[in-house]
């Protein structure tokens, strides 16, 4: 076989990879299952596409189409060759503003789309929870939803038209067709002539349509996607004189890459929706009662009713990102009903929103409702949003399972099939997770098993065989809106009955006689609990490591925290900083989930000693720039900065510490001896010829300027001026952390640091400390970093406090105090590490607290009014606060400040002025920050508070950004 992957990569204009790295990473999806590909494809042209059809046929094998991969019944996992389009099949082709249709490529992404309607005034409908990275064509194979399908329905409602590839390789689109088209077709002597013979024949038949409305699930039910939807096509024309015109785009939509291969999509939009929304947030003492005020709130025409149960609420609280969202939560409910509400306009809005609430509580259901309009309710759906991946958060193997997540009901049955639901569960001592889409009778139900045991393999196929009876007895969908997949094919003969199922494995096979599309799914799947991630009883090795991972039970549980929901694939228009690295490549590979795939898989799997001793991980993982965005922005907190740091000692520890990375890394030591001669340092880097040569010692890119070293340290001068400082004798004291970079780098900003807070009062002290640290554990010299952090912890966790805190300028210095330390000290050093950390603040975060504490005036500044734009470090933005950065920034009264909504800058710290890491390191500046950077007007500051982003903005677009104690102390009166 590899002689014939070896043809077809030839014949491709896109790549073809086979190797044992990328078939690990396509292995799995966000389900429990986990298969090898045979190989991986990403298409470039529709000609690829045809190739590979015409390879599947020729050569026994499948192909399983993929677009974000965050399927959660294994519909993107089997042996075949999976066929990624997401790379370069992602583009709008044609807005119809007149007739309010969109034609895109598969890969387009949800919101993405939207951001490219949005000035013709058009909007398309359907939002999944995953709408940041889920993408038009894995939405039409799945049928996807969303939270507003009570108003908006699912993606086969809105679907106009497919154009793609049937089995034999044959080019076809599927509209609307009036009754004479209709017979046109069934004239064909093609395949596509034969698929509509084929349907003409199942559903002419009386008895057959007699059947498929017998067994299928109620058609009340607007989420159900149990099989192909034929019972759709059979109250359609020609079947039906009053029916729909007949169109196979309802088939399409919900089957799974298994009948064609998609390649252009034709969907209907609507106009964008009322500015004027509420949501009422329904406090419930248990989930049942949120269900019977769910009942109550559909009277009032709400565009979303979605339920969060304890569980969730309960992850929240570990999640750096969510637990900002948590502003609007009273007490411990036992679910939250969040009811969306909107209007023409406000007056008639709050008339809604009180008429609702009156109602509930004359029904006494719920106990508090708090109301959030403006940006609020984005903060709220982002929290609901982010339910699959909080759910990792549950500590040990044993996780909320996607095994029975996607059932629905009619809407009035749901509160009794819940509470049968939860006898089932109770029946075997289990508990389950409740969340989702209540307004329109589906909830997310995700039993808590151990699939690391025999016991939790059993029960896993026990709760999907329970609760197919109990959907079956309320003549329910198994699947509302996530695809039966290998997962629930098995029972779909159950829910439908033989003879409708038999209708259904014709209709495959007339369609993919040869079953190259994604077999093993809908139809013919294999075992549902075959093929699992993990295996029964599996056995997982302790693992030495540097740092400690006990928060999660070891360092593999770390990587495992990653569930697959792609929430690192989001695209730079969706704002925050997870991944960089993906955002500029667009290659699976280059994402947080990859690396944590390759993580799990490696350390699962090798026989060795030291399990980072692996040429793989090192692959994957070189192009994590470290940014901690996966920290906060990732649901299920996967730290791969700090992974990477574990694995690169590890692996140091077996292959030897390169020169290089050893002197990147010894930064601190380098720069202390090149402080004594800075004149030399400076003409040996500012010098063409001295300096390329230096920079090809060190492994530094020839297009990469390097920062000129200052005449006088920090602590130089500070030791011959300390005396001298207005505030010496303040009460008001604070330690002021003088980090490496400042103290060598730059020094005139670190002196402004201490001018500033000395003349707004503060005494302040630079205690005796070491360097941070940073640089070493961003290179993986973990080891070396443990001994220092040891040492400051030791000299600075008796000396500060909430009161008297450590400041730092540069933030990721001062947040590697706050962060790593705790986690990276020897055991004896533990417990100050944490107080150390909890006194260790950025100076935005000291300078907005001290203001809003009235310790700071505002008169102390400038009227003047300017103009500023701001972007933030990444680990600020991960691990502090933006909106302490845009606060300090607006202590002059009239400075208008705005956050650039830019991830990571591209530098971050030695990353980008590496020789094999620069030309990424410049593509992730280009995503947003430096387009803004150069739109500015002249006279707009520009500021950022990181130093290497400081300085990737100078080389990116010419431009000097100010930290923002730059521009204070310009603003003092």
């Not at 017998?214 to 009340?220: A, D, G, L, Q, V």
């Not at 209708?503 to 007339?510: H, Q, R």
Request: charged share 25%; aromatic share 8%.
């Amino acid at each position: 076989m590899e002689s014939a992957l070896k043809g077809l990569a030839k014949r491709l204009e896109g790549e073809l990879y086979w190797d044992e790295t990328l078939r690990k990473l396509y292995a799995t999806d966000a389900s429990a299952y986990r298969e090898m590909p045979l190989a991986v494809a990403l298409p470039k042209t529709k000609e690829d596409i045809q190739a590979l059809i015409t390879f599947a046929n020729e050569n026994g094998t499948n192909l399983i189409p993929r677009t974000a991969g965050t399927s959660l019944a294994g519909q993107v996992v089997g042996s075949g060759i999976v066929v990624d389009v997401s790379k370069h099949f992602n583009k709008v082709l044609e807005v119809n503003e007149k007739e309010n249709w969109v034609k895109v490529h598969p890969g387009v992404i949800r919101d993405d789309l939207n951001r490219h309607l949005k000035p013709f005034g058009l909007y398309f409908g359907p939002e999944t929870s995953t709408a940041n990275r889920a993408m038009i064509g894995g939405m039409v194979g799945n049928n996807s939803c969303g939270s507003n399908s009570v108003v908006y329905g699912s993606t086969r409602d809105h679907l106009i038209e497919v154009t793609g590839y049937l089995s034999d390789g044959s080019e076809v689109t599927f509209s609307s067709l009036s009754a004479n088209e209709f017979e046109e077709k069934l004239k064909l002597q093609t395949l596509e002539g034969e698929v509509y013979r084929n349907v003409q024949e199942m559903l002419s038949s009386e008895a057959h349509r007699t059947e498929i409305e017998k067994e299928f699930p109620k058609p009340s039910i607007p989420r159900r996607n149990t099989g192909y939807a034929i019972d759709l096509l059979a109250i359609n024309q020609p079947f039906k004189k009053d029916g729909e015109l007949f169109n196979f785009c309802k088939l399409v939509a919900g089957s799974e890459g298994t009948l064609m291969f998609i390649t252009e999509i034709k969907v209907g939009t609507i106009p964008v929706p009322p500015k004027d929304k509420a949501l009422i947030c329904i406090h419930c003492k248990d989930v049942n009662e949120s269900l019977l005020a769910n009942l109550v709130a559909l009277k009032y025409g709400p565009h979303a009713c979605e339920l969060i149960d304890h569980y969730i609420l309960e992850c929240t609280k570990e999640n750096i990102e969510q637990q900002k969202n948590r502003f609007f939560i009273e007490g411990d409910p036992g679910a939250i009903l969040v009811v969306e509400l909107a209007a023409g306009n406000e007056e008639d809005l709050d008339n809604l929103v009180l008429d609702l609430i009156g109602d509930l509580k004359r029904e006494k259901l719920g106990y508090h409702f708090p109301v959030l309009k403006g940006g609020d309710v984005g903060k709220i759906w982002n929290l609901r949003k982010a339910g699959l991946g909080l759910l990792a958060n549950i500590p040990g193997d044993a996780k909320a399972q996607p095994v029975i997540e996607d059932t629905a009901v009619d809407v009035h049955d749901l509160p009794a099939y819940i509470k049968e639901f939860n006898e089932t569960m109770d029946k075997y001592d289990m508990s389950c997770v409740h969340y989702a889409h209540a307004g329109s009778g589906e909830l997310h139900l995700r039993p808590i098993l151990n699939l690391k045991t025999e016991e939790g393999h059993r029960m896993f196929r026990v709760v999907a065989e329970e609760i197919s009876k109990l959907v079956k007895k309320y003549k329910g969908s198994l699947s509302g809106e996530h695809g039966d997949g290998r997962l629930r094919g098995e029972f779909i003969k159950e829910q439908i009955g033989e003879k409708n199922y038999e209708l259904l494995k014709d209709l495959k096979s007339t369609w993919d006689p040869n079953g190259i599309f994604n077999p093993g799914k809908i139809t013919d799947t294999p075992p549902m609990d075959s093929c699992l991630r993990y295996t029964a009883d599996q056995k997982d090795d302790e693992i030495k490591t540097y740092f400690n991972w006990d928060k999660n039970q070891g360092v593999l549980r770390s990587a495992e925290l990653c569930n697959g929901s792609g929430d690192c694939r989001k695209s730079a228009g969706s704002g925050g900083t997870m991944c960089p690295s993906y955002m500029a490549t667009q290659n699976e590979k280059d994402t947080t989930r990859a690396r944590a795939n390759i993580l799990r898989e490696i350390l699962t799997h090798s026989d060795k000693v030291n399990k980072f001793d692996n040429e793989e991980i090192k692959e994957v993982l070189d192009l994590c720039l470290s940014c901690k965005g996966c920290k906060s922005e990732c649901p299920s907190n996967v730290d791969m900065a700090r992974l990477k740091a574990e694995f690169q000692q590890n692996y140091y520890d077996a292959n030897g510490l390169p020169i290089q990375t050893r002197m990147m890394g010894e930064f601190a030591t380098n720069m202390k001896l090149a402080s004594k001669v800075p004149a030399l340092y400076n003409f040996v880097f500012g010098n063409k010829l001295t300096g390329g040569i230096a920079k090809a010692v060190m492994g530094v890119h020839q297009d990469r300027s390097m920062p000129p070293i200052a005449d006088q340290t920090v602590s130089s001068w500070y030791n011959s001026k300390k005396g001298k400082l207005l505030s010496r004798q303040s009460d008001k004291k604070v330690y002021f952390f003088c980090d490496e970079f400042t103290n060598y780098l730059d020094a005139e900003i670190g002196i402004k640091a201490i001018k500033l807070l000395d003349k707004l009062g503060y005494n302040v002290v630079i205690p005796e400390h070491k360097e941070s640290g940073r640089a070493l554990i961003s290179k993986g010299m973990v080891k070396k970093a443990k001994t220092i952090a040891d040492q400051n912890v030791e000299l600075l966790s008796d000396l500060v406090s909430s009161d008297v805190p450590l400041i730092g300028i540069e933030p990721s210095t001062i947040l590697t105090i706050r962060d790593e330390y705790p986690d990276l000290v020897n055991d004896p050093w533990r417990e100050k590490a944490k107080v150390l950390a909890d006194a260790s603040m950025t100076i935005e975060e000291f300078l907005a607290r001290e203001t809003r504490r009235g310790n700071i005036k505002k008169e102390k500044f400038s009227r003047e009014q300017r103009n500023l734009k701001v972007h933030g470090h990444c680990h600020q933005k991960a691990l502090s606060s933006i909106q302490t950065l845009k606060d300090t920034l607006s202590i002059p009264e009239n400075y208008k400040v705005e956050v650039i909504p830019s991830g990571c800058c591209g530098m971050a710290g030695s990353f980008g002025y590496e020789k094999n890491h620069y030309e990424v390191s410049m593509k992730v500046g280009e995503l947003v920050l430096f387009p803004t950077v150069r739109k500015a007007p002249s006279d707009t500051i520009i500021a950022a508070p990181g130093t290497s982003c400081r300085h990737q903005i100078k080389d990116g677009t010419g431009k000097i950004a100010k930290h923002p104690v730059e521009v204070l102390w310009d603003a003092l009166v």
